[in-house]
């Protein structure tokens, strides 16, 4: 019989990941994440603030992976469990929406991974009837099913937010290996590196079908570690020498590691640190309850905009006090960050007052673009900027080798990325000795693939 697998989402673009593998009369899902930028845009265009549109709308703006694909299939009934691989939106933002359409389906990840879930859950009023459950890392879940049970491994790697894993999924139909996202990151910040161990185990077991992160698979080289931005960060402090100003970082809210880094150095200013943003305050709390939040004692965070105003009136008079980090570092429209640019608050910026960005723009043109018109507007009232303190989460030419070489897959699958990216990842395949459309399939959203 074999693997038939449906590429669903992700697999013409950075976001809405979605990958469903059926097996008999069982299909688990991979993944269910939403398209960042399609929200953005929609946001910007109808002034909506910080609140997220229906199921519906989400539809119809291309937000949400096209699962009614399952529908047409005839494996919606069959799904039995929703994995998710870490806590990102494009992997894990559409698990609210979508998940009462699989109402047999357990939602399975670690236990940051779940915590986020929660928080959005409660912060959308959405109530979900699936069971779920939270998996260790480097331990096993058994899926059980009407063809058979099933042994889903969960394997520690790193990315850029906690508790990220691969998925191994055992079957009889042969093994099924789910690499979305990470790096090969051997001196990571919080937690440990990557379970190299484990990894050649599954490739000595052997995996049938990969499917894979090919979002730098054209850049050859290994992804810089964490540590690396964490001297960065260092950096871009060391280079902030007019005391008198004020002094904001941004950086993404649930990269919990890049905020170790910014609080470890921030304190060396002698400021107080104050995080403001909701989402900054959802994977903050995430990782407090996990216990895997070092530096929850250093800050004050601050969610409520008439909260986050009445702080901000007390930066204005007395700016050298404070570390000001925040949200809106791809200028999302009424992000903390966007409404201090334009205005909106008590604080004004202006000349030689500092903002680092700790983060990359998302390669998609409403990012692109939100963020030029960001800059200009800074560099017009003198702001110092510096960008791209930075290192990626994502593996490049050299990391996905390693992987390639230690799982030996018999199939490779690329993912997470335009037909651009797909390509250089097919190229990376047949550089190994895999063949164009025999063991290494470029697919698009909705696809079966049987093999």
């Not at 970082?249 to 995080?275: P, Y």
């Not at 047949?430 to 079966?448: A, I, Q, R």
Request: glycine share 6%; aromatic share 8%; hydrophobic share 35%.
């Amino acid at each position: 019989m074999g693997l038939e697998i449906c590429t669903v989402g992700g697999y013409e673009e950075v976001g809405k990941n979605m990958t469903a593998v059926k097996i008999g009369e069982d299909v688990i899902l991979f993944d269910a994440g939403i398209y960042l930028p399609a929200i953005i845009e929609f946001q910007e265009k109808d002034a909506v603030e910080s609140k997220t549109p229906s199921e519906e709308k989400l539809r119809k703006i291309e937000a949400l992976p096209n699962d009614k694909i399952l529908d047409k299939l005839g494996w919606r009934d069959k799904v039995r469990a929703i994995i998710i691989g870490h806590s990102h939106l494009d992997h894990i933002g559409a698990v609210p929406y979508l998940a009462h359409r699989y109402p047999n389906a357990k939602i399975l990840g670690t236990p940051f991974t779940m915590e986020f879930l929660e928080q959005m859950l409660q912060d959308e009023k959405i109530t979900l009837r699936n069971p779920r459950i939270k998996v260790n890392e480097d331990s096993t879940y058994i899926i059980k099913g009407k063809s058979g049970n099933y042994k889903a491994d969960f394997i520690h790697t790193t990315h850029s937010t906690l508790q990220c894993v691969f998925v191994m999924l055992h079957t009889p139909e042969g093994n099924f290996f789910y690499a979305l996202d990470f790096k090969f990151d051997n001196h990571p910040i919080i937690g440990a590196p990557p379970n190299y161990k484990k990894l050649r185990e599954a490739g000595a077991e052997g995996v049938d079908v990969l499917v894979v992160d090919s979002l730098y698979s054209g850049v050859e080289r290994k992804t810089p570690s964490e540590r690396i931005a964490r001297n960065l960060i260092e950096d871009a402090f060391d280079s902030v020498r007019n005391e008198d100003a004020a002094l904001i970082v941004s950086t993404f809210s649930s990269h919990i590691a890049r905020l170790k880094s910014i609080v470890d150095f921030g304190k060396k200013t002698g400021r107080k640190i104050v995080f403001l943003g909701r989402s900054l305050n959802k994977y903050v709390e995430c990782a407090i309850k996990i216990k895997q939040c070092p530096f929850q004692k250093d800050v004050k965070i601050m969610k409520y905009k008439n909260q986050i105003n009445s702080f901000l009136k007390k930066v204005e008079k007395s700016r050298s006090e404070y570390l000001i980090v925040c949200t809106g570092h791809q200028a999302e429209a009424g992000s903390v960050l966007d409404r201090i640019v334009e205005e909106e608050t008590p604080l004004k910026l202006r000349k030689d007052d500092h903002v680092i960005f700790s983060s990359s723009v998302i390669p998609a043109p409403t990012n692109i673009n939100a963020r030029d018109k960001m800059d200009k507007k800074l560099r017009r009232k003198g702001v110092r900027i510096q960008s791209d303190v930075h290192v990626s989460g994502h593996g490049s030419g050299d990391d996905l080798k390693d992987l390639i070489e230690m799982l030996k897959p018999k199939h490779i699958i690329p993912a997470h990325g335009s037909l651009q990216k797909a390509t250089s990842m097919v190229e990376l395949a047949s550089d190994l000795g895999y063949k164009f459309g025999e063991t290494c399939h470029l697919s698009f959203n909705g696809k079966v693939l049987k093999l």
